[in-house]
């Protein structure tokens, strides 16, 4: 071989495609995921795979590692010149994690309830590097810091129960993180994290990247519904629509000019205000006076665990939702909205305070009381696969509140109203014998929404609804979730770290912070005359976006 030739083969190797997919197509039985789909990331490249909840993104990065299970899957998978699909089990098992990470969407579902954060992050590193226990637990540390967690020589203690969501999501990250891998998977890495943590991420992975890209390489590939993070983040676009890709190119020119329709509805989604102006005789249907909720603390001692004191998760909230009114409540991972929301819901021991339902306090519920209550004041769970049981088909998870609340609708009756939910959420019947496991995240939520409204409760409390959705779904959600109100006068406690959508979905809002409710008032009024230093931090970092 000539000496232009080697130099011609040396430069090719280093622009050679990191990860090459060729025809991919992913079929579970009759069903096709994913079909004929073709692109490659380079080394060091961020590569961002957008499209709608169920086309197919997710199940492109699975394929990768090879996760899928019983899936039948053909084409080409190439990792840094070698093929995937033909290697042993074993071997795919050394590249996971080490030189392949992956970050997946449902963090309270991927993490060993049995383990603590830390050891879970260690394992990774005792695996693949050879180091000690010990230096392993210093290292995971380490990650949780750099991963923005607050008091990580703690938390490496903690179990992902004790976490949360956005918490959960970021020790997600440190262990995806902790080998440095070639190539990360990035599947809905912001998801569970309020506006300011989502920028420190985005910057986080970022340095990260461009780090080790001078090293190894590190290429990403991002799947993710946040157009705004595909602007910030990545260098080329993939976009899918029914497990087919439809359109890529650069970032600039997607965004500025796309080609395709499906890529121009996507770019147009935007969260529109949709509120009806709340009656001035509207009753209160919840009211909440100085509400406190406390835990137990607890370290490692000589002997097991002792009890170190108390941590207030909530402290002294006070709020009110009438009749047809939506509050949006906001703050920071780990302020306290999502247990607040589990003592409104009276599924949380309150340590002071008193909450009331319809001018009756919640702890004088009693019998059959309380289950008209339950039907009334229902909830929407942040994550949609740990609340639907994996046991069930969807007709059963959707009616189980008709059998309990509505016994005297017959099987037939029963299921009409099923069918009737879930096409307001955008299911189609054909999938009342399917089980969760076979719908995308975004799909799994929209289904725990059929369950809720089925019922047509009084009061709905949504902890963050919308954060597994795509933007056009979740521009949908949102306008089914208004039309409900108006159709049945209901009142929303609505959870999100997502001011868009706040804004675009609550009449008030209350602010919270380490616990408390430092803001509250008109949410337009908040939104363009912020009071507290709080509440300005948060609307800034949301503009960055």
Request: some cysteine; proline content about 5%.
């Amino acid at each position: 071989m000539s000496a232009q030739a080697i130099g011609q083969a040396a430069q090719d190797a280093v622009h050679a495609p990191l990860l090459e997919l060729e025809h991919l197509r992913v079929a579970f039985g009759d069903t096709v995921a994913v079909d004929d789909l073709t692109f490659a990331i380079g080394q060091g490249e961020r590569v961002a795979l957008v499209g709608e909840s169920g086309s197919g993104k997710t199940v492109t990065a699975l394929a990768i590692l090879r996760l899928l299970g019983d899936a039948q899957i053909s084409g080409a998978i190439r990792f840094g010149g070698e093929e995937l699909l033909g290697k042993s089990e074993r071997a795919i098992q050394g590249l996971r994690g080490s030189q392949i990470a992956m970050i997946f969407q449902e963090p309270m579902t991927a993490l060993n309830p049995l383990f603590t954060v830390g050891e879970q992050i260690a394992e990774t590193i005792v695996a693949h590097e050879g180091v000690s226990p010990q230096q392993g637990r210093m290292r995971a540390v380490e990650l949780l810091a750099r991963t923005g967690v607050t008091e990580p020589e703690k938390r490496v203690l903690s179990y992902p129960h004790q976490l949360s969501g956005g918490q959960r999501q970021r020790a997600m990250i440190a262990m995806a993180l902790a080998c440095r891998p070639r190539l990360l998977l990035a599947d809905e890495p912001t998801t569970a994290l309020d506006v300011t943590i989502r920028a420190q991420i985005v910057d986080l992975l970022l340095d990260i990247q461009r780090d080790e890209a001078q090293k190894r390489g590190m290429a990403v590939l991002l799947i993710t519904h946040d157009l705004n993070l595909v602007r910030r983040f990545a260098q080329r676009v993939a976009v899918m629509e029914q497990g087919v890709l439809v359109e890529s190119g650069p970032v600039d020119r997607i965004f500025e000019a796309p080609q395709h329709p499906y890529t121009q509805r996507l770019i147009a989604s935007r969260p529109q205000r949709h509120v009806t102006p709340v009656l001035p005789i509207a009753p209160v249907l919840l009211d909440a006076q100085d509400v406190s909720v406390s835990f137990a603390t607890k370290l490692p001692g000589m002997r097991g665990w002792f009890r170190s004191g108390r941590f207030d998760a909530v402290s002294n909230a006070t709020l009110s939702v009438r009749q047809g009114e939506t509050l949006g409540i906001v703050g920071e991972s780990g302020s306290g909205k999502s247990t607040l929301a589990m003592a409104l819901l009276g599924l949380q021991r309150t340590a002071q305070g008193a909450i009331e339902f319809q001018g009756r306090p919640l702890s004088s519920y009693r019998g059959h009381d309380q289950t008209a209550l339950r039907s009334n004041l229902q909830v929407v769970f942040q994550d949609p696969f740990s609340s639907l049981s994996p046991r069930q088909t969807i007709e059963r998870i959707v009616g189980e509140g008709l059998a309990l609340h509505r016994p005297q609708l017959d099987p037939a009756a029963r299921r009409e109203k099923v069918i009737a939910a879930l096409r307001e959420v955008g299911i189609d019947r054909t999938s009342l014998s399917r089980y969760p496991h076979e719908f995308s995240g975004g799909q799994r939520q929209r289904i725990a929404i059929a369950r809720a409204i089925v019922l047509e409760p009084r009061l709905l409390v949504l902890d963050e609804p919308t954060s597994a959705l795509d933007v056009s779904i979740q521009q949908q959600v949102l306008t089914l979730l208004s039309t409900l109100q108006h159709k049945y006068n209901l009142g929303f406690v609505f959870i999100s770290h997502d001011l868009a959508v706040i804004g675009a979905m609550a009449h008030r809002v209350a602010v919270m912070q380490n616990g408390a409710i430092v803001e509250t008032g008109d949410v337009e009024k908040i939104f363009s005359q912020p009071r507290h230093p709080y509440t300005r931090k948060l609307l800034e970092a949301s503009l960055q976006e």
